[in-house]
DNA sequence: CATGAATGAGTCTTCATTCAT
DNA sequence: CATGAATGAAGACTCATTCAT
């Protein structure tokens, strides 16, 4: 690289903002370069600062992409919007996993980075992103916990199990998109995992009222299309 | 003009005798650094060679590795059994995933390494790799598609993401294993998977539940209707 | 994760003086390995700094030497004798090679590594030493073209071929002392070649050479007649 | 590289020919190479033998290089035309040039090879090629020292000269046809040079009698055009 | 003799990290 | 505090040369 000829001038910024900067920067880096070759020196750049300046703000490069994405992960979680007043079993699941899959769509590079660099690595069940996917996983589990107990589901399969079978499939579903290369349409996997799903668990010979339960459900889900459609 | 090769450490090998050497030494490399950084000259070490003899066998390191790894993931599932004479949907299924849950038990590494490193790439679907997946899951897509055709599953899911629902969860349930932390069990993660996608695509019995569906069915045209009347 | 950056050897120094030393450095190394291999852990070593200090000035090795031996020679071909009050077309073709030989006899090193290593490349013509070279011989062209048009040389040799004649003959001239082993005598050499271009061009004596000239293109004519004849 | 599947099969030839072979493939490998990247792998591959074998037949690359296009080099100028009967000094000077540059355009790889790679190197003058360039050149040496001594030329400038002149030139004319990129007109440069040598060296006032010695010459030249015309 | 696998010193290049200024 | 020049260890890769077979 020539010698720089301009000087970098970032004269004496309140700290806060400064580590915004890097933040952001960061983040326009991982974004861009996805998981590998993500260098200091760009990213010093593009914040405005020299490389030596992210040293006051982080310990190594390690741990500032892992807290820099971790601030992004956060935010988004806490940005997510509440499925509290959905109601009805197969209506709420469908909701959380629709949830999800649209955090997955707009947030892209922030997930290949944390399903490719974090979650494998070892000591993942000791980062933060272990216990915001907790917390952010724990509706579902609940959930579906709620509905064993309340006899709508078997009890057969865990609840740790149908987690994983949800998540995991919102994964595999997205891989092609996260990949940059396809796309996945939000609507038909978040009904098709909640129908199977729902289905797979429902007490096997659904008495009267139980299927009406579902009828209803899905005449729930009819008017919440219908009213959606009236707010246009 | 260039160093001279001075003293042989390694004596003449069978050539087929070094490179299996050296796919055994990148092999063990690979499972321990899994997610580091693996460096030829580790490779080299552990084989026993030095480095510039690497490139008698392969192009070079992305070349290696890939290679490397796809014999290893092919001779893997070469060896799986069969599950042809495994008689009924659900008996098939739960083989299936039990065989899968299997390859992954025994191979965590040669798993990681492919789910971190070569499935995220962009180019992944042009590798062996998902060429290898492909056949490999086309068992499970098969039988839900005959599934499906002989009437005995739904036809409201499509077994693309069927298939997305079993190997995600298979993958999802067995990260904490992957990673080297906790372990996972077979049966009961078959069970329960071979289950809840078993259940979840089954036509209900006819008695009851045809009586029910047409309920379903008439109040789903009316709603139906209704969202035709709002269109306009 | 990286090695420690621990004793700084060469202190800080003012971008500039860093620069030259380097720049200077790479001068020496190509003066003495000239048409041998030229490495950077050399070049790095006499400049008193670290193989990867270099790529702080410098893209690569290659645009490394080619601006180092491009300043260098603008340098010298910036820093020639005018010859613009020379009067007299032998005294300025004289003039003019005469300073060529001087800097071939000053510089050595440079010329021979142009000579060797960068004029023989295929892109020469698209260099900066190209345009360099075209301007320092265009004055001997212009003053060709000049002497023709003015009738003070003959028009039957173009003044390109005459640059060829001139330059390759100082080359050819200089080539053992490029080579380190013997010498060349400056004045004799431009002497000659101005001698013999200058008389080579000159258009004869009119007196009796007039009537010669007219014997001449008669026979000439005579025979072109025959060369028709016998062409039919 | 990967593993060759195809042993090299080349049983036991006589000596001779498996030298011929290796020059042969090491000739073409500089025609195509030029000066910069030839491997040995690559001759001996061509030559249908591996790289050991080479050794056998020469000391190392650079004696096996040199030693290949000194062959090459001799080939060339022995066969080369005679200019014996050839009469008259310019015609005898100008079917030298012409035949010089015949040579180049003809083999314009080994010329570039010795030019960028023997030529420079500090122990030439103990080469074969010196010795070759010399026997060859001399003609043209002779040639000016014998019309010098009989009064036809003039006596200021030396034979050396004339020959650096007259090389040089045909070596500047001719790089860009070396370098690949564009060609020169043989007879009008061959022309060109003759004219100026000559002119340039002929005693000045040409008296009657010399003059018509220029004359007979050209109108020499006319003739054997003439001959040649009437051959076709 | 011929083989060709193996050598190993060398190449250029990258970049996280440090610390004198 | 911020700077950014300098570090230095590691990276992948090349290839003329050797010698056990």
């Not at 992004?72 to 509440?82: G, H, L, P, Q, R």
């Not at 399903?115 to 690595?121: A, G, S, V």
């Not at 916990?145 to 609840?159: C, H, L, N, T």
């Not at 199990?161 to 796309?183: K, N, Q």
């Amino acid at each position: 690289m020539r010698a720089k000829a301009k000087t970098r001038t970032s004269s004496r910024l309140p700290p806060l903002q400064r580590r915004a900067d890097i933040t952001a920067a960061a983040r326009s880096v991982i974004a861009e370069k996805g998981h590998e070759n993500i260098s200091l020196a760009e990213i010093a750049q593009r914040a405005g600062v020299v490389e030596g300046t992210l040293y006051r703000f982080f310990e190594n490069k390690q741990e500032m992409l892992v807290s820099v994405v971790a601030d992004w992960y956060k935010e988004i979680i806490e940005n997510v919007a509440s499925v509290e007043d959905v109601q009805g079993t197969w209506n709420k699941l469908r909701a959380m996993v629709w949830r999800a899959l649209k955090i997955i769509k707009d947030n892209p590079e922030v997930t290949r980075f944390i399903l490719t660099k974090i979650r494998p690595e070892s000591v993942y069940t000791n980062t933060i992103f272990y216990k915001l996917n907790r917390r952010y996983s724990a509706d579902i589990s609940r959930l579906c916990a709620q509905a064993i107990e309340s006899g709508e589901f078997r009890e057969d399969v865990s609840p740790i199990l149908l987690r994983d079978m949800i998540f995991g499939c919102i994964e595999h579903s997205t891989w092609a998109y996260l990949r940059g290369s396809g796309d996945f349409p939000i609507d038909e996997t978040a009904d098709g995992i909640a129908n199977v799903i729902y289905r797979g668990m429902l007490k096997e010979q659904p008495a009267a009222q139980e299927t009406m339960d579902g009828v209803v459900e899905r005449l729930e889900k009819v008017a919440s299309d219908l009213e959606k459609l009236a707010k246009k």
